[in-house]
């Protein structure tokens, strides 16, 4: 088989674990959104065939999260587009291709010195773009169901804290603690 059937055979069974994973995960929310789970094939995607196909393996994500939303499985995003369809795909879209991309090239950067480090520091930046673009779609796009969901609190205690922060730990630790599993994947795949 040459390399770039491989590739695209590699990348296609990423897409259908991010679809399987992103599917389970629609019924794990903590507060008004779903935590995501599928940022570790990502990764492992994004490490393994590259930038491109990191930002590919983002858009399967999105392209999941997008039909979750519009059909009112994850109710607190199908607000967010009942309000503002537009945006509202806009900022699934790109918060997904861009923290697999920027978990490929974060990956090559810092791998050249060291797997586990390019590993690890892909691992961390995946979950960061995706929670930051997130947040801040809220805190400009959605200000207003940004204060409903803070019931009193201030926006931005709810936004750091209440809307994104035990989420966006879970992610991160998930994929922290995965981060040698994915050097041995990586490892052996390279084989």
């Known amino acids: 088989m040459n390399s770039n059937a491989k590739r695209i055979a590699g990348v296609g069974i990423f897409a259908a674990i991010v679809v399987i994973l992103q599917i389970l995960a629609t019924f794990i929310q903590i507060g008004p959104f779903a935590i995501t789970l ?32 519009i059909s009112g499985a994850d109710p607190g995003a199908h607000m967010l587009w009942v309000a503002n369809p537009l945006a509202t795909f806009l900022v699934i879209m790109l918060r997904g291709i861009l923290a697999g991309a920027a978990a490929g090239a974060v990956f090559r950067i810092f791998s050249k010195k ?19 673009l997130f947040l801040l779609a809220m805190y400009f796009i959605f200000p207003y169901f940004l204060e409903l969901w803070a019931a009193g609190a201030t926006t931005m205690y709810f936004l750091i804290i209440g809307l994104a922060g ?26």
Request: glycine share 12%; with cysteine; hydrophobic share 60%.
């Open 166 to 191: 035990i989420n966006f730990v879970i992610e991160l630790v998930i994929n922290i603690v995965l981060s040698p599993t994915i050097v041995r994947i990586i490892g052996i795949a390279r084989k």
């Open 38 to 69: 599928v940022l570790v094939p990502i990764v492992i995607g994004a490490a393994l065939y590259g930038t491109a196909a990191g930002a590919m393996l983002g858009g399967v994500f999105g392209i999941v999260v997008l039909i979750m939303t």
């Open 114 to 132: 060291n797997t586990l480090v390019g590993v690890v520091c892909a691992a961390i930046v995946c979950p960061v773009v995706n929670t930051g």
